[in-house]
């Protein structure tokens, strides 16, 4: 009886405490929803908000990889990339070219993307509520209401798939839509309407001045056009899955209560963080998989390139040996991304299939083992219905939380391509702003050399070219000159020569705009005045009309006035009218740079420089391969269309064509001076003839010691 007495009042305290909690549960469950709902806005904004930038090594020199700003890296050394701080700058930089204002295409499209998730996610909850009640009139042996519900499946299969496929195809107009905006602003720096001026020619100084970016082709086209699919699917795959967590588990807390979601989300929360902390870098391993990628196709290009050279010299066992190497290295990172990727799996669909699904089955048998205050009892049919609803939504739950966890997987491989497309952006803008990462000669970073280096000269439009103490720097920082004065008047040809290395492609490449002025004063010409005609020269894609007037359209070529006429005259020139006839016409396209032959190949260069008429030409041994009689009727007639002529050749048949010659000693040394053809040749004579005479004092010393030795030996006999 005194055990009793203790024990009643107890449950006297237990009944009025479930009384009190019956009452005020309404509020409860409010309070618990509302709190879930903020807690999962909450946790996802923590867990995708930006967190300190990851430390990468320092910026390396020498030969190899160099590394750019904030921890990137082209190659080699790999640095973290993840979900930080860096990754959410660089990506709102990009956001802001893909999508330039509410009222452009892509907001348009993003926005009935977020209307068609919701109407899924409300379509999805309508079917969770129809699968039970079919369920239900099952166990009821309802008949009419079984075939009435199947009828409202069916009927609800009709949006439900228009639903599906338009997101599909919302989701890749997107990803179009991202990829056309991300690549018409690359073009426009690279080759567009941005790369005219002194901040322009962007394409060759990312290849030349700077050690950054091996493979701008490969961003270009592969990169950029998977960061574009990654963008437009981490929407659908971070914002549905939300919007289905709160949607779901809000119907879920109407069913079972908010009590058990409150505890599901306890357990469930804790097993993500375990999960979260076990997830590899999959972010560095898409960046680095895009490098070494890029590597090997650039490695491929080179074969392609020089498959000339390399078959005369019978490299194939060495390009080979490269290419494997590149293929074995970008295979190894694959296996390793590949194992850590299988475990990853294993535990990854263990919490989250296995473990979260025992934590839900146990959360929908609450309202059948446990009586819910304020909730009547219910039959076998209601208790049916409630449980394949309840599981129905308890899955979709499920897989939402699940897909949440994969979006930070795919949040970290679309850090690796934003890392890489952003790594594009910002080497372009320093380019064109004058700021290069090259591997500098080790010279160049202590007294004068160091001194040079930091200057920079100025550069004024001027009809005639004017050098006056201007150092010629390679782009790796080896000071050939260290001053170069010189002119070039209009009209009085120039005459360079030197031994290779000595500064006269350098020389070119300032004048062109190519190379930055690191000091001294340039008056020159509009680089647009100047047209190049190497030893081998260009030839473009496109029709035998299109090689004369390059980089001309045939539009262009009408609108100055000029007729197919007039360029077959400008053949004439270069005796190379009859191509044309031979050829099949103007308008046939072929691969000209194997259709034609070395000399004909020059002569289509010197062709397009009598179209143009440039006030000066750069001609780098670009008479090498044709006739004499022939560079010297194209030297004449160049001269009688105002073309000034900037000459490096080896042929003292070329003299007599230049006025003034600059003679690079190959030491830092040069001479500027006139030119006197006639004495220069007759020099040359005198030379060439006293060099094959000492060529012959060997000889004739050798001979003289035998006679020698024969007249000693005759002596002796007599």
């Known amino acids: ?182 690549t018409n602003e690359v073009l426009k ?37 998977r960061f574009s699919s990654h963008l437009a699917a981490i929407y ?36 993500a963080a375990l999960l979260r902390y076990l997830t590899p870098s999959f ?83 609450i309202p059948v083992f446990f009586k819910i205050p304020g909730v009547a009892g219910l039959d076998l049919g209601s208790r049916t219905e409630g449980f394949v609803t309840n599981r129905r939504l308890l899955l979709s739950a499920s897989d939402a939380i699940g897909r949440v966890m994969y979006s930070y997987k795919d949040l970290s491989e679309l850090a690796g391509y934003t890392a890489r497309v952003s790594l594009l952006l910002d080497t372009m803008a320093d380019v064109r702003k004058g700021r290069f990462e090259k591997a500098l000669v080790s010279s160049a970073e202590v007294g004068e050399h160091a001194k040079i280096l930091r200057g920079r000269g100025q550069v004024f439009d001027s009809d005639e070219i004017r050098f006056e103490g201007v150092p010629i720097v390679t782009p790796n920082g080896d000071i050939l000159i260290k001053s170069l004065s010189f002119y070039v008047k209009p009209g009085e040809h120039l005459l360079i020569v030197g031994p290779n290395g000595s500064g006269k492609s350098s020389l070119f490449r300032i004048l062109g705009g190519l190379w930055p002025v690191y000091g001294g004063i340039v008056r020159k010409p509009a680089a647009s005045q100047f047209i190049l005609i190497p030893q081998r020269p260009y030839l473009s894609l496109g029709t035998l009309r299109d090689q004369i007037i390059y980089p001309h359209s045939r539009q262009e070529m009408e609108d100055r006035g000029v007729t197919d006429a007039d360029l077959l005259a ?27 032959s070395g000399g004909d190949k020059q002569k289509i260069a010197w062709a397009r420089l009598f179209y143009h008429q440039p006030k000066y030409a750069i001609l780098d041994e670009a008479t090498s391969l044709v006739p004499p009689d022939m560079e010297g009727s194209m030297m004449v007639h160049a001269t009688t269309l105002g073309i000034t002529l900037l000459t490096v050749s080896h042929r003292p048949s070329l003299w007599k064509y230049h006025g003034m010659i600059l003679h690079f000693d190959g030491q830092g040394g040069y001479v500027f001076t006139k030119l006197d053809a006639e004495k220069r040749l007759a020099l040359q004579e005198e030379k060439q003839a006293l060099e094959a005479k000492l060529l012959e004092v060997p000889k004739m010393k050798a001979r003289l010691t035998e006679l020698r030795a024969a007249v000693e030996e005759r002596d002796r006999q007599i």
Not at 266 to 271: C, D, G, K, N
Not at 304 to 318: L, N, R, S, V, Y
Request: glycine share 8%; proline share 2%.
């Open 1 to 182: 009886m005194a055990i009793l007495s203790k024990i009643r009042p107890s449950d006297a305290r237990l009944a009025q405490f479930a009384k009190t909690y019956a009452q005020h549960r309404p509020i409860v469950q409010r309070s618990l929803t509302v709190g879930f709902v903020l807690y999962v806005l909450g946790s996802t904004y923590r867990g995708l908000s930006a967190r300190p930038a990851s430390k990468g090594p320092s910026k390396g020199k020498g030969k190899g990889t160099v590394q750019g700003k904030d921890g990137k890296v082209e190659s080699g050394k790999s640095t973290r990339v993840a979900v930080d701080a860096v990754f959410y700058q660089r990506l709102a930089t990009i956001l802001r070219i893909v999508i330039p204002s509410i009222h452009s295409k892509e907001a348009l499209l993003l926005l009935m993307h977020s209307s068609l998730l919701v109407f899924r996610t409300a379509i999805s909850l309508y079917v969770a509520a129809l699968d039970g009640k079919i369920v239900a009139s099952l166990v009821r042996g309802q008949s009419k209401q079984f075939l009435f519900n199947i009828i409202r499946w069916l009927l609800v299969a009709v949006p439900a798939t228009w639903t599906n496929s338009w997101l599909s195809y919302v989701q890749n107009k997107l990803a179009i839509a991202y990829r056309t905006r991300l």
């Open 189 to 225: 720096q690279y080759l567009g309407e941005e790369s005219e001026g002194p901040e322009g020619k962007v394409y060759y100084k990312l290849s030349n001045l700077d050690d950054r970016i091996k493979n701008p082709d490969q961003m270009i086209t592969h990169d950029i056009q």
């Open 236 to 271: 659908a795959n971070l914002a549905k899955p939300i919007l289905d967590v709160i949607l779901y588990n809000y119907q879920l807390s109407q069913n079972v209560g908010a009590e058990g979601l409150f505890i599901l989300t306890i357990f469930v929360q804790s097993s």
């Open 283 to 365: 972010g560095s391993y898409t960046a680095q998989s895009a490098a070494l990628s890029g590597s090997l196709r650039h490695t491929h290009s080179r074969l392609a390139e020089f498959a000339e050279e390399i078959a005369f010299f019978g490299g194939e066992e060495t390009e080979k040996l490269l290419i494997e190497q590149e293929y074995a290295t970008l295979v190894k990172h694959e296996n390793r991304v590949l194992r850590r990727k299988w475990w990853f799996g294993c535990v990854e669909e263990g919490v989250i299939k296995w473990l979260w699904g025992s934590f839900g089955l146990v959360t929908c048998a």
């Open 570 to 596: 400008i053949l004439s020139v270069v005796e190379m009218d009859s191509l044309v006839e031979r050829e099949g016409g103007w308008d046939v396209a072929r691969e000209w740079r194997d259709a034609l």
